[in-house]
């Protein structure tokens, strides 16, 4: 060893200096930052290629999808031509009105005539309108197809995401064969996902969505 090594290493044991930091906790926080961003991210882009999935597995759709819309609880792809459709079918059993297990969106606050239990939520018949809510956070999801040029686009009702579908089209649920439907709104509230099916307009819908509380 030379004397000048000597020398510094006399002089480092002379020195006060002041204690390095520890790295390692921030570097641990910071990677499992970066790990719940990458989660969040995975996980919405299983959740659109799962709806995707899901519209492709239906007869009729593969080779021939032309545009997809998608929102928590429901998807939307406009195809070249329908499938055939059965007509409107039962919508489940008939229960109380206060038998519902979470407390029922309203219309203006006005209760409906019946109340149906099926397909995984509630229908809400009222004259000339429908309404279903089911806890789409719950994992339960519908898929609609339309024909080419239909009125399929997205909206917001109170500042959640929708999609209004302004002419007939087929409705899918777990269990049954394409139904015909008509004029729809779906939109989010919350953990909900809410349909609204009437013989109205998109403004028309959107009034009517935006009154249910």
Do not use: N
Not at 155 to 184: F, K, N, Q, S, T
């Amino acid at each position: 060893m030379t004397e000048l090594e000597l020398e510094l290493r006399d002089l480092a044991a002379r020195l006060d200096l002041p204690p390095s930091p520890s790295l390692a906790g921030a570097v641990r926080a910071r990677l499992a930052r970066r790990r719940r961003r990458r989660r969040v991210l995975v996980l919405a882009l299983a959740t659109c290629v799962a709806a995707l999935a899901v519209a492709l597995v239906v007869p009729g759709s593969r080779a021939s999808l032309l545009r997809f819309f998608h929102l928590r609880g429901a998807s939307v792809t406009l195809i070249d031509r329908l499938p055939q459709l059965t007509p409107r079918r039962s919508l489940g059993t008939p229960i109380p009105f206060g038998k519902v297990p979470f407390r029922l969106l309203l219309p203006s606050g006005q209760r409906p005539e019946r109340v149906y239990a099926g397909d995984g939520g509630y229908w809400l018949r009222y004259p000339g309108l429908l309404l279903f809510e089911y806890e789409s956070a719950a994992g339960a999801t519908i898929l609609k197809k339309a024909a080419a040029g239909t009125d399929v686009e997205y909206v917001r009702v109170r500042g959640e995401p929708g999609i209004w579908i302004g002419a007939r089209h087929a409705l899918y649920l777990p269990g049954g064969p394409p139904r015909v439907a008509g004029h729809v709104l779906i939109w989010q509230h919350r953990l909900l996902t809410l349909r609204l099916e009437a013989a109205v307009g998109r403004e028309r819908a959107l009034a009517i969505a935006r009154s249910v509380r």
